[in-house]
């Protein structure tokens, strides 16, 4: 399960969204992620849905990649579904049972969390799958660039920020090894309650943090072998400058935001 999560891999391609500024790419993500949370009818999330489903389509990036980084949080969406179904107040209950009340706005309000977590992890998904982690540095730098007025280190934390989401597949990929080599030594994660599997897992933390520790002293070496000192007159070899196609992309997202604050509250 651990190889299902998706968010910071990159998946190399030579789409319509593969080749948009990593910058827009990154706004229109954080713009995507805010006004899902403003929806609150199905045609919203009809709309938000279409915008998805054709940004999935130019990225050509698989659909078992998308549908694998939603199985580690089945579990958590269920569970959020049939909590605002049987705990959300409401006047027209569907029926009763036991001491809970079935209701319409809990069944609405199920269905409106469901969805928004789903559309959350696609989305983000679909950033990292789309942007390769020199480009998201990049525009992460470019996006802080105005905070350096104030001696922000903007090169710095953008590169911290990349790193860290670079390494969460590979930290999951050696989490899993390390549960591998210790299930053929006799380890059992798998059976008992929910704390005596959270118990179980206690044993990994040592290797994992040291494989880590290793990795990050690794990382650090090869950066100083190649004469790494910062953001600093650093040169690059590709500029980045947004593009007709970004343009394109803002419009449309941009058109999607006021059709749902139309819907939403003017309708």
Request: net charge positive.
């Amino acid at each position: 399960m651990l190889k299902d999560i998706t968010i910071g891999q990159f998946f190399p391609g030579e789409s319509v969204i593969h080749k948009l500024d990593p910058r827009v790419k990154i706004v229109l993500t954080f713009a995507f992620i805010v006004i899902i949370f403003f929806v609150k009818t199905y045609v919203g999330y009809g709309l938000i849905f279409a915008y998805i489903a054709l940004a999935v389509r130019l990225s050509k990036v698989p659909m078992r990649y998308i549908v694998r980084g939603l199985k580690p949080l089945l579990f958590i969406i269920v569970l959020t579904f049939f909590i605002n179904v049987f705990f959300t107040p409401g006047n027209k209950v569907l029926f009763r049972m036991w001491a809970f009340k079935f209701t319409q706005e809990g069944l609405n309000q199920g269905i409106f969390m469901t969805l928004r977590l789903v559309l959350l992890v696609v989305g983000t998904s679909l950033l990292t799958l789309t942007t390769s982690p020199i480009s998201l540095t990049d525009g992460i730098e470019r996006l802080l660039q105005p905070l350096r007025v104030i001696k922000f280190p903007a090169h710095e934390l953008a590169m911290m920020m990349t790193i860290a989401l670079r390494f969460i597949p590979t930290l999951l990929e050696e989490t899993d090894k390390i549960m591998k080599a210790q299930m053929a030594r006799g380890a059992d994660f798998e059976s008992g309650n929910l704390f005596q599997r959270a118990k179980a897992l206690v044993p990994l933390l040592v290797p994992l943090f040291i494989s880590a520790f290793r990795r990050a002293d690794e990382l650090a070496m090869a950066m100083e072998s190649r004469c790494y000192r910062g953001g600093q007159n650093r040169t690059r070899m590709k500029i980045l400058k947004a593009t007709k196609r970004d343009y394109v992309a803002v419009a449309v997202t941009v058109l999607l935001i006021a059709a749902i604050l139309l819907d939403s509250y003017v309708l």
